[in-house]
């Protein structure tokens, strides 16, 4: 092992990069002691060299260009914070490799769309990519999923990994506000990004996703191969009404290998109230790791934020610093297998909502076309009118999504419909 | 990296020996591409060759005596899953150490009580004993704390791990069984150890703690400096009475490090019913890790048993075949500084409860009491008289545990106590 410093060259000073360049400042002899050697700083990159910032930079070089940075002769590891999935993080990333750097990144849509190729890259050239920090912020969910659980088969991967989405869905439930204001609150506190879609459409969320689901099931990253749904059509209504069934609605997150492939889906579920994903508040993040022989792993803690997420990406510099160095994905990416994704997703409970308007039979016309398409009804509740309709909930027992799909198409046939049902996937947890 | 096999040596074949057995034998391949090079076992010893075993162990040599089996040539590795704080297993450590063999322990007792002398020895010799598996069962606590979070200054570990004792506590609360009762259940579903003052005393759990204390602030492992009380004098009553005031008992282990030195409890502590440590029930572990930069971390998972223990064995196996080598308690063994324990606990609120005789002022004459102590009252809750005497419940503001004490040896001479007061740290989490 070197004793001689490792060397940083940070690209992006906004709050992730500054909070990196915070921990090596104030935390250099902890560390070291750790690291068994020094981790230093040689030169750093931003947009605008003039701003305001929290941290003082003025003691590294500077490099208007990421991609000269991370081809200097003086840095080692490439810390990659400003993220986008092209542009200059692209450029930088590949300038590393081209100049035989190890990248430390917390870039989850880079390596979503393009980890496959830059992983073979990196590790053709001798070098790896670490991204620690572009998954569930502070949790150090990569490096239990590829080292802590390395001895098992992982059968089944959970995640709730978009903070701002567990606050909307939280906030509305707790303080029963409709989505559109929950939503205008949290883009005025700061909580969502410049395109709120990536946050409450599931996108972002979908990228980890992706990256969790290689790294679990040995396979190459595979976006175009998650199903996503996000929030954005989930009421007041189906939050109040999963809750009278023990129910939280969450923006789940789940990659499990089964027979007929790889199912991977971010979407809106239901899970049991008193279960840990049920009881998570706020912008919190959880992510659920089950293995063959450990069972269930549960792993909680904040998903966003200077600090978590620079600690993420300080847990993968001090691993460079230590010589440790595991496969961007858990395995080489040469091993890795091609995607095989399921065409569907397996059978689960749903749980569906409905107004019947105020007629005879109603009920019992909608029973009969669930029934037709071979789908069992385990609880159903109706409550009083409200107005002409009569809100109607019905959790099934397992079945495909499809057969729902067929008895949902069926419904308007019945007459009896007030609105379009929703229907929303029960998760066992 | 060396792509020759990495070849373990395995002493002991109970359920832990036997399940690390199982997963070399089941995921071969599995592991082999996630470390780059096959996992074998030469040769495998435990007391009783004859034994009917749940695995086939007939291909690899046997040995009678573990010492011999750590000094083999075909050895690299001695797992070491016998137990015992000396004897075979600190006789077949030794002699992997002088035989230049890494170990990988599930050993919570020889490390608690020999850990800094075996470190230090292993190191000396350029090898590293790991213990993943000695800490929270499958839980990859250990990787989390001396990696995952090693950018970080960690402030405060806590840990509810022993599954007994919260079996026990979860029981004795959700049928309302004295603590006797549930015991002797435990015992006879063979959940105690065969000294079970090992579980129900607190000692194992303080094993645990006293490692994770070492990894979590860089000190030499002590478990001497471990303040430690069981749950034997748990009632029924105070697992009520706690629950009216939002509270659940656990066996809770907290390291910190204050002003005063490091401070390690394992003792019965109030937690708030809807944290996550509240809601943990029956056998399973948590441990909250609390660092500078990347606030809370709460891990959950199994505790015991065949199956996740050997899948934190595999987990260390598997760093050693990657050419992981981080120090055994995460920096080298040398650099760990004395321990230096805090003379008392850091002040916290306090639950008491007290049982009251039937007299004009008995309240105010203990309020009094506590007054003059310095204690001030948080909460109270009187209840109706139960023949003589009426429970009085008290949430004390934080104070220091000597002020309590102070208070509680001044409350037999106001001559209203019917019975001696319980008193019960509330840990803030």
Same mark, same amino acid.
């Given at each position: 092992?070197?004793?001689?410093?490792?060397?940083?060259?940070?690209?992006?000073?906004?709050?992730?990069?500054?909070?990196?360049?915070?921990?090596?400042?104030?935390?250099?002899?902890?560390?070291?002691?750790?690291?068994?050697?020094?981790?230093?700083?040689?030169? $750093?990159?931003?947009?605008?060299?003039?701003?305001?910032?929290?941290?003082?930079?003025?003691?590294?070089?500077?490099?208007?260009?990421?991609?000269?940075?991370?081809?200097?002769?003086?840095?080692?590891?490439?810390?990659?914070? =400003? *993220?986008?999935?092209?542009?200059?993080?692209?450029?930088?990333?590949?300038?590393?490799?081209?100049?035989?750097?190890?990248?430390?990144?917390?870039?989850?849509?880079?390596?979503?769309?393009?980890?496959?190729?830059?992983?073979?890259?990196?590790?053709?050239?001798?070098?790896?990519?670490?991204?620690?920090?572009?998954?569930?912020?502070?949790?150090?969910?990569?490096?239990?999923?590829?080292?802590?659980?390395? *001895?098992?088969?992982?059968?089944?991967? =959970?995640?709730? =990994?978009?903070?701002?989405?567990?606050?909307?869905?939280?906030?509305?439930?707790?303080? *029963?506000?409709?989505?559109?204001?929950?939503?205008?609150?949290?883009?005025?506190?700061?909580?969502?990004?410049?395109?709120?879609?990536?946050?409450?459409?599931?996108?972002? %969320?979908?990228?980890?996703?992706?990256?969790?689901?290689?790294?679990?099931?040995?396979?190459?990253?595979?976006?175009?191969?998650?199903?996503?749904?996000?929030?954005?059509?989930?009421?007041?209504? +189906?939050?109040?009404?999963?809750? +009278?069934?023990?129910?939280?609605?969450?923006?789940?997150?789940?990659?499990?290998?089964?027979?007929?492939?790889?199912?991977?889906?971010?979407?809106?579920?239901?899970?049991?109230?008193?279960?840990?994903? *049920?009881? @998570?508040?706020?912008?919190?993040?959880?992510?659920?790791?089950?293995?063959?022989?450990?069972?269930?792993? $549960?792993?909680?803690?904040?998903?966003?934020?200077?600090?978590?997420?620079?600690?993420?990406?300080?847990?993968?510099?001090? +691993?460079?610093?230590?010589?440790?160095?595991?496969?961007?994905?858990?395995?080489?990416?040469?091993?890795?297998?091609?995607?095989?994704?399921?065409?569907?997703?397996?059978?689960?409970?749903?749980? @569906?909502? =409905?107004?019947?308007?105020?007629?005879?039979? %109603? @009920?019992?016309?909608?029973?009969?076309?669930?029934?037709?398409?071979?789908?069992?009804?385990?609880?159903?509740?109706?409550?009083?009118?409200?107005?002409?309709?009569?809100?109607?909930?019905?959790?099934?027992?397992?079945?495909?999504?499809?057969?729902?799909?067929?008895?949902?198409?069926?419904?308007?046939?019945?007459?009896?419909?007030?609105?379009?049902? $929703?229907?929303?996937?029960?998760?066992?947890?």
């Amino acid at each position: 092992m070197p004793t001689s410093p490792l060397r940083l060259g940070i690209a992006g000073l906004g709050t992730v990069g500054a909070g990196v360049v915070d921990i090596v400042q104030r935390q250099g002899d902890l560390i070291a002691a750790r690291a068994g050697r020094p981790v230093t700083i040689s030169a $750093v990159s931003a947009r605008d060299r003039t701003r305001n910032r929290p941290v003082d930079v003025s003691s590294y070089a500077w490099e208007d260009d990421p991609a000269a940075l991370a081809a200097r002769d003086d840095v080692d590891v490439l810390v990659e914070v =400003m *993220g986008g999935s092209d542009g200059p993080a692209m450029a930088a990333t590949e300038a590393a490799i081209a100049a035989g750097k190890d990248i430390v990144t917390a870039n989850k849509a880079l390596l979503a769309l393009h980890g496959q190729r830059l992983a073979l890259a990196a590790e053709a050239a001798g070098r790896t990519i670490r991204f620690e920090a572009a998954v569930a912020g502070g949790i150090p969910v990569i490096k239990a999923l590829s080292e802590g659980l390395a *001895g098992n088969a992982i059968t089944r991967v =959970m995640g709730v =990994m978009n903070g701002t989405c567990n606050y909307i869905l939280t906030r509305m439930e707790n303080a *029963g506000l409709p989505y559109d204001t929950v939503f205008e609150e949290a883009r005025s506190l700061g909580y969502l990004e410049a395109d709120p879609t990536l946050d409450v459409g599931g996108i972002d %969320a979908g990228h980890k996703l992706a990256l969790l689901a290689a790294v679990a099931f040995g396979a190459r990253v595979d976006f175009a191969g998650v199903a996503i749904e996000g929030i954005e059509r989930i009421t007041i209504e +189906d939050i109040r009404h999963a809750a +009278d069934m023990g129910f939280r609605v969450k923006l789940l997150g789940v990659a499990q290998m089964t027979g007929r492939g790889l199912e991977c889906r971010m979407s809106p579920c239901l899970v049991p109230a008193d279960s840990p994903l *049920g009881q @998570l508040q706020g912008g919190t993040n959880m992510v659920v790791l089950e293995g063959d022989a450990v069972g269930q792993i $549960v792993l909680r803690g904040a998903g966003a934020g200077a600090g978590p997420t620079a600690s993420a990406v300080m847990a993968d510099v001090i +691993d460079l610093a230590r010589g440790i160095r595991v496969p961007t994905f858990g395995q080489p990416a040469a091993t890795l297998a091609a995607p095989r994704a399921a065409a569907s997703a397996a059978p689960a409970p749903h749980y @569906l909502r =409905m107004a019947l308007v105020d007629k005879p039979g %109603a @009920l019992a016309k909608i029973a009969a076309v669930l029934g037709d398409a071979g789908v069992s009804i385990d609880r159903m509740r109706q409550y009083a009118h409200q107005g002409s309709a009569a809100p109607v909930l019905i959790v099934t027992h397992r079945t495909t999504r499809a057969a729902l799909d067929e008895a949902i198409a069926a419904m308007p046939g019945t007459g009896v419909l007030a609105e379009p049902p $929703v229907a929303l996937r029960i998760e066992t947890v």
